[in-house]
């Protein structure tokens, strides 16, 4: 291999006889510059940024990962909204990510009240809290109006309804339903009247 | 965003835009939807827990309405209705519940008299140790049944159902 004495030598080593041909900068003899086509980028560019702007979704801020949880799919399209999260995964219950119980201690108490005592501590405390922030109306205009509609037995809007009462159940898929009895019977012991059960969409 | 015209030769009418800004912005847009774009969509049913449970000082009484309920076991689903006393069994079909014929007999009741102009629906799933039903059995069966318009579902105890088939 020959060895060339160092220097610029793009067109040299490398002839773009193709760019230099269609770019139009090649004239007056022995110039380099060539204008790369931007176009496509900026397409490519502007189809991905308004594709990444339709799919752009808040919902899944609301809602934990964890190991052993897959979510039920469901053909529901109603938009989630903020809540205390009870979350139910293969092995352990938790609230606001905090462990309250494991599945088989809870599957396994037979209690005639039907109620994870653990559970039904911290929903209670929390749904206490929640009807103070409601009751002093600390609460954003639009879903300090959709308290007003349910008291008038008016249904909400979609992702608008009043945080009272309301809580949202994230349990896996293969959860067996007799432990779902239970946490939803808590659920409305300690006041928590409306539950939303997290899906994923088809 | 710069312009320069007319640069190539005297008298020439060719605009070339500066259109760096605006790959840069682009870029940055790209990799900031990138990284906060949330792949898996997810949404919710909504339920109301139904007062009667198991806890007896919680039952509510008996009102004069027609209500519907759906009771899913592990293998079978029964749809019935209360005061009326009639109940349809819906048999599993192989590994799955037949949600085609769930499908097709809450849509015969929504077209019915008496819920024609009812949303309301309760369901309960009776789950032993021997015979579990799962969570996402009774997602699928509220699912069908917002499909159909009954969009008032209430979750409740197997025992606390108004039209009980097999108690």
Not at chain 2, 38 to 47: G, L, S, Y
Not at chain 2, 58 to 81: C, Y
Request: charged residues 25%; hydrophobic residues 40%.
């Amino acid at each position: 291999m020959p060895v060339h004495k160092a220097g610029s030598r793009l067109y040299h080593s490398v002839p773009f006889k193709h760019l230099v041909k269609h770019s139009g900068s090649s004239h007056g003899g022995r110039s380099s510059n060539i204008s790369l086509n931007l176009v496509p980028f900026v397409d490519m560019m502007t189809m991905l940024v308004c594709f990444l702007l339709m799919v752009f979704s808040a919902s899944g801020q609301l809602l934990q990962a964890q190991k052993g949880l897959d979510l039920p799919i469901a053909e529901s399209r109603e938009t989630l909204q903020q809540a205390p999260v009870i979350i139910v995964t293969k092995s352990e219950i938790t609230y606001q990510g905090q462990l309250v119980a494991t599945v088989e201690s809870a599957l396994r108490d037979d209690s005639p009240t039907f109620k994870i005592d653990a559970l039904f501590e911290r929903l209670d405390a929390a749904a206490k809290k929640i009807k103070e922030d409601v009751g002093m109306g600390k609460l954003p205009k639009d879903l300090a109006k959709a308290c007003d509609d349910a008291k008038n037995n008016q249904r909400p809007q979609p992702g608008k309804i009043c945080p009272d009462g309301l809580a949202i159940l994230q349990a896996d898929e293969s959860t067996d339903a007799r432990l779902i009895n239970k946490i939803v019977n808590t659920a409305k012991a300690a006041g928590f009247d409306n539950l939303l059960f997290a899906v994923k969409n088809k | 965003m710069g312009a320069a015209v007319g640069t190539d030769e005297k008298g020439s009418v060719n605009v070339e835009l500066n259109i760096i800004p605006f790959i840069d912005l682009m870029s940055c847009l790209t990799a900031f939807l990138l990284v906060t774009a949330v792949w898996v969509n997810i949404a919710q049913i909504n339920i109301q827990p139904k007062g009667k449970t198991r806890d007896t000082s919680n039952v509510q009484k008996d009102d004069e309405t027609v209500t519907l309920s759906v009771l899913v076991q592990a293998d079978r689903i029964w749809v019935g209705l209360s005061r009326v006393n009639e109940f349809q069994e819906i048999p599993k079909k192989g590994d799955e519940q037949d949600w085609e014929k769930f499908e097709t007999t809450l849509k015969d009741h929504k077209a019915s008299a008496f819920f024609n102009d009812r949303a309301d629906l309760e369901i309960a799933a009776e789950s032993t140790t021997q015979q579990s039903v799962k969570y996402k059995d009774l997602i699928h069966a509220m699912d069908v049944a917002v499909k159909v318009g009954f969009i008032d579902v209430g979750l409740s105890d197997p025992a606390g159902l108004a039209a009980r088939p097999s108690l």
